[in-house]
């Protein structure tokens, strides 16, 4: 059971090695990156090439630990109780199943996805740790231990967002999804976009990068954003010329797929006219 990549997701060396250094020590992979640099679609392709069902459980603010095992609705219990509800006497009627609960209890195994973990609470991680080392956890309602019948493969993204607990990260293999370099960002823009033409993808490369490696700016656009930026430009039917900036116009055409905020538009429009006049 080795992971590759596949057609519509262009992986690393460095990233199939994490992925399969996981599966080996069946520990979770935590995966660590920028927002926009596929971390969420690594799983959904890992268990597309490894011809698994996924399971996904996307983190909150709000999201406890608690409800990724099973929630328990004892008030609604209490209503069917009053109303004279003959399902109040069995309180598996009121249990409803998480995340990590249908991937233990899977007839096959599965890959399950945890995204996002950095959004909730700091203790959400350490909530966790017996359920993820030991592939179990016990429900207090009906007495039961809830085991794998299969380790899932399992895993963990993470948008840097806080800290994790060093408990926590001791239990998992992690890797750092670094931004594609040009030459890997062509790869991957050729899945998305077969046959786009080579001059209009450097030139929309070229200042694509020249954006990203601007200091001060608030947000960097993604690998997803100058996918959705060139879908644009494909949309329009542009061509490597009509990307030229001139000195009325310093921001790049259709910006809007790349610059997020004003700040960053205005800043990029200031250094862009500092540059003509130094020239």
């Known amino acids: 059971m080795k992971f590759q990549g596949t057609d519509a997701y262009v992986a690393t060396d460095d990233l199939t090695v994490a992925v399969n250094a996981a599966v080996t020590l069946e520990r979770p992979l935590l995966v660590k990156g920028e927002p926009g640099t596929g971390k ?27 409800q990724g095992l099973y929630e328990y609705d004892a ?17 598996k009627n009121y249990i409803k199943q998480g995340k990590l609960w249908q991937a233990f209890e899977s007839e096959e195994k599965v890959v399950l996805l945890i995204d996002e973990i950095d959004k909730a609470d700091i203790e959400f991680p350490n909530d966790l740790l017996q ?16 085991r794998a019948r299969h380790r899932p493969i399992i895993i963990i993204t993470s948008n840097n967002e806080k800290e994790l607990p060093d408990a926590f990260l001791r239990r998992c ?13 062509k790869k991957i823009v050729e899945v998305h976009h077969p046959g786009i ?3 209009l993808l450097t030139t929309a490369l070229t200042q694509f990068y020249e954006i990203r490696d601007m200091s001060g700016l608030k947000k960097k656009p993604s690998t997803s954003e100058v996918l959705d930026w060139l879908k644009l430009l494909l949309a329009e039917d542009l061509e490597a010329e009509d ?37």
Do not use: C
């Not at 310093?250 to 205005?266: M, S, T, V, W």
């Open 75 to 91: 008030v609604s219990r209490l209503r069917d109780s009053q109303l004279g509800d003959v399902r109040v006497h069995d309180v």
């Open 173 to 185: 293999f992690f890797h750092y999804i670094r931004f594609p370099d040009a030459d890997t960002m």
């Open 197 to 199: 033409k080579e001059q």
């Open 131 to 146: 359920e993820l080392d030991k592939m179990e956890f016990h429900v207090y309602e009906t007495g039961e231990t809830i």
């Open 40 to 66: 969420t679609e690594l799983a959904k392709q890992v268990a597309s090439a490894l011809g698994l069902r996924m399971i996904e459980w996307n983190i909150k603010s709000t999201t406890k630990a608690q």
């Open 243 to 279: 990307l030229k900036r001139d000195g009325a116009n310093a921001l790049p055409k259709l910006h809007g797929a790349l610059l997020k905020n004003e700040q960053d538009g205005h800043l990029f429009e200031r250094l862009a006219f500092l540059a003509r006049s130094q020239r």
